[in-house]
Every structure is written in C-alpha cells, then in structure tokens.
C-alpha cells in the first residue's frame, strides 16, 4: 500500500540521519503533518537492511518517504518534489541564479561532505575513522565557508532560508559530533545558530525525535 | 561586456565522470561552449591552484561559467541550464517522473561516485581497487532495482533524462574499476542505447581536448 490508513504522508527515519533530519525539517517548514516510522541503522545488523524495508526503499537507506502514492528516496529528490508539490513557503528562490546557488551549496554537502562520513564508511574505514570523519568535514567546510561569503545574507543564499540551509545544520551537527573545531568558520557558524532559533529546525532535531534514546533526548 | 557576448566556460578534466555529466548536458542542449582542462593529477592537482580557487572556491572540476556567474555541483549546473535553456528537455514535465530523475541522479552523484573519486581513493591507498568496487556494486545493486521499476528505453521512461548524464559515466567507472556488469542487465542496456547518442559520444573522455593520446578515441 502507498500510503498509510490515515492517507498522510509517512517517513521512514533515523533520528540521528543528517539525510533524513533535512527532509524532516522540510516538512517542518512547509507544515505538512506526516507520520514516522524509524529504522534503526544500527541495530540487528541494520535494519535498513532487512527484506521488509527493502520493499520500500530498494535503495536501502534513509530517509525515505511514501506520499501522494509513490514512494521516493534521496533527501534533495524528496525536497524538491515536496517544493514543487507544496510550495508555500519557498525553499527554493525565485531568481534562476540564486535557485543554482541554493542547488550548488546544497550538492557540495550532500555530495561532497556527508557521504565521505556516513555511517556505512566510517565503519569500513575503522579504527581512524574519527580523523577521516574531520578530515572531509574540514576539507568541504573550508570550501563552503569561502563560498558563503558571497553568496550569504542571513541565511545561506540571501535572507530566505532555502534548501541550502537544510543541509547546513544536519552537517554542522555532524562536524560537532566529530570534534572539528568550528571557530574557524565563522559564516557557517553565525548561519547555524541563527536557523536554529526557528522551530521547524527545533522539532525536527535528532534530539527530539520519536526513536531517540532516553539518554540523548531533550 | 554583455554575458550574452561570451562563450561559457567549462573547466573539465577528460576523466572526471561530474565533468562529463555537464559536457554531455551542454552537447544535448546545443550549446556552444569553451573548455579550460584542468588536470586533477599534475602538479599536485591543478585544482588546488590559487588561480583556480578564485575561479572555483570549491577547488574541484566541473565548474561552469555563464550568464555572468560561475557555478560548480554539476546537478546545480544541469538544473540551471535546463531552467534557462530548456530544450530539449532534460527533466521530465511530470512531477513524479521528475522526482524519479532526481532520485536516480542523486544516488549516483551522492551515493556511489563520491565514495570512488579521485581523492578518496587516493587517501585509501593500496586497498583502492577494492573499495571502488565494494561501493560501485552496491550503489549498482540498488540501482539496478530501481530501474526495474522506472526505466522504459531510458532511465525513466522513454525519454533522455538527467538521471541518464549521471548513469552513462558511473558505468565508465565502474568498467574502469573492474566491475562485473553481467549482474545489471537494465543498466548495462541502458548505458549501450545511450552510447549511441551523438552527445554521449563528443563528450566522451577518450576525446577531450585534455584526453592523453595514449586513451584517444
């Protein structure tokens, strides 16, 4: 069945998922009430593995979300079928040139950061997975840092937040996570803080979520 | 001096898969553009030039300059090109294909090229081939099941798509890289139709104006 008996929209998630966080802050922003069903990508091997889930998402990851009769994956395709499905309020600008800087600064994370310290990898990677985690958030903050200088305002592109700052703070939660030491990037922090203080970013948060463990919950 | 006047820009290294997305994206789009090679490997990495910073802040190829900015993420550049230039089409008119598309490509350029690219295998170091093919078979898996449901003669159906510029070069690196293909029959017959597509063809790696004549076509 493609959607649950309530007809809402239902996300497949992991609190601690930067990947899913953006989608769930989205949803957030464009106040489009959905249920949640976690998948837990530690325990029992993984569950994101099993047959079940497999079903759902053949790509066997999170997030995933099944809505309007169709079940899609990957948290920038979610965001902009959701953009262009809800648009109120924009998370993407009007203005073509600032719509491929919103892409281009979201990209640089999804692509560019997240993956290269993911969970899948860093447990490949092992015993230096600490170091290889900073080393790839430094190396892609140091390049975001320089590219927000022009393109930021309050927010990452200008002064409306965008798909760009859904990116930023599951990512700047991930590098605190990881130990770098964020003082030297001062745009990315100021951009941080300030989406912060908005809700949609707060009840999205990892600590905040149904599956959150006792000890990590606000 | 007018944008409009002024050829764009493309830096591109012959073997960069995201590169040749965006060459392939400009071909099947028609639009006539200037190459500047950068060679990822000599001198450390052309890349990382402090000329080529204030070109790109991000230090990677592809980067594309028009209309008067400079833009880099080659999926940022497609969809830009495909909202101002956007015949043909490169994104389906239907939202849900659309969002189909978009999955396709991103679990490409996010999922399984960023795991095999230059640098990271470099940071591995002698286990490399290995991890190339660990990651590329497993993004292969999933996409393979995907395509099971979404493909017609193409990614999606019977149109050209985004999702079919990021397929074509993961497919070259997958061979590259030594992966048994026999196991992907929807990806291994859909890379083959488009091969013989002109636009797949004129952005080939092996006939850039940077291709070493040992790898021309």
Known sequence: MASSPSGKPVLYSYFRSSCS??????LALKGITYDQVPVNL???????????FQVVNPMQQVPALKIDGITLSQSLAIIEYLEET?????????????RA????????IVSGIQPLQNLAVLQRVGEKKL???QHYI???????ERILKNTAGRYCVGDEVSMADLCLV???YNAERYKVDLALYPTITRINKTLLELEAFQVSHPTKQPDTPAELRA
């Open 101 to 108: 800087q919103v892409r281009m600064i979201s990209d640089h």
């Open 138 to 144: 430094t190396n892609g903050f140091q390049a975001l």
């Open 170 to 172: 599951p990512q700047v």
């Open 21 to 26: 966080w953006r989608v769930r802050i989205a």
């Open 42 to 52: 530690l325990k029992d091997g993984g569950q994101q593995l099993a047959a079940e």
């Open 86 to 98: 809800r648009p109120n309020p924009r998370l993407l600008p009007q203005d073509q040139k600032k």
């Open 131 to 133: 170091e290889w985690a």
